[in-house]
T-cell receptor, first 113, second 114 residues
Framework: EPEVTQTPSHQVTQMGQEVILRCVPI?????FYWYRQILGQKVEFLVS????????KSEIFDDQFSVERPDGSNFTLKIRSTKLEDSAMYFC???????????FGPGTRLTVL | AQSVSQHNHHVILSEAASLELGCNYS??????LFWYVQYPGQHLQLLLK??????LVKGIKGFEAEFIKSKFSFNLRKPSVQWSDTAEYFC????????????FGKGTRLHILP
């Protein structure tokens, strides 16, 4: 069964550094998403991406964040200058034309020191 | 603002007990509804979904949920839980005119005693 994959599974970085989280969505999907889950809190929507542009972003997704689909398979989330409060699990998801069901990847745990 | 409320943050049950996890949402329009499960150390998996039709939906592993439109609720049920059901359960809503995001509840941590 096709699945969403994410790398790395765990990223540790120093405050102020740039990080890029990578995702490979399900191959025939057209809609891509990033969510985050701070430890002990709920899963929060960050951004959705369709047709090579952002379709919606939350207030969390400020100028420090950007997304890109650099080729036909990868979908990346970049945090330009990480802050302590960016420490969280980041989930990528994708969905296709068959319906709004989103399929989630295993997540990347980001730890900012 | 759109929101999803899960009534129980932490539930502890013995094996074979019946389970009901409450979920209410605030959104006046048509919605798609989901329950996701996150087993320890694993990623979010879809347990069941409601798009339209029969408001009683059946999912994997013996779970079911009932959509009651008048109550804005989508409660999750299982008649007899197993130890392997220990996980965190998330209710989620996708407003149908905004198919670009899912709004999650805070989750309910379910612990089943063997």
């Amino acid at each position: 069964e096709p699945e969403v994959t994410q790398t790395p599974s765990h990223q540790v970085t120093q405050m102020g550094q740039e990080v890029i989280l990578r995702c490979v969505p399900i191959s025939n999907h057209l809609y891509f998403y990033w969510y985050r889950q701070i430890l002990g809190q709920k899963v929060e929507f960050l951004v959705s991406f369709y047709n090579n542009e952002i379709s919606e972003k939350s207030e969390i997704f400020d100028d420090q964040f950007s997304v890109e689909r650099p080729d036909g398979s990868n979908f990346t989330l970049k945090i330009r200058s990480t802050k302590l409060e960016d420490s969280a699990m980041y989930f990528c998801a994708s969905s296709g034309l068959a319906g709004p069901e989103q399929f989630f990847g295993p997540g990347t745990r980001l730890t900012v020191l | 603002a759109q929101s999803v409320s899960q009534h129980n943050h932490h539930v502890i049950l013995s094996e074979a007990a019946s389970l009901e996890l409450g979920c209410n949402y605030s959104y006046g329009g048509t919605v798609n509804l989901f329950w996701y499960v996150q087993y320890p150390g694993q990623h979010l998996q879809l347990l069941l979904k409601y798009f339209s039709g029969d408001p009683l939906v059946k999912g994997i592993k013996g779970f079911e949920a009932e959509f009651i439109k008048s109550k804005f609720s989508f409660n999750l049920r299982k008649p007899s839980v197993q130890w392997s059901d220990t996980a965190e359960y998330f209710c989620a809503v996708n407003p149908m005119n905004r198919d670009d995001k899912i709004i999650f509840g805070k989750g309910t941590r379910l612990h089943i005693l063997p």
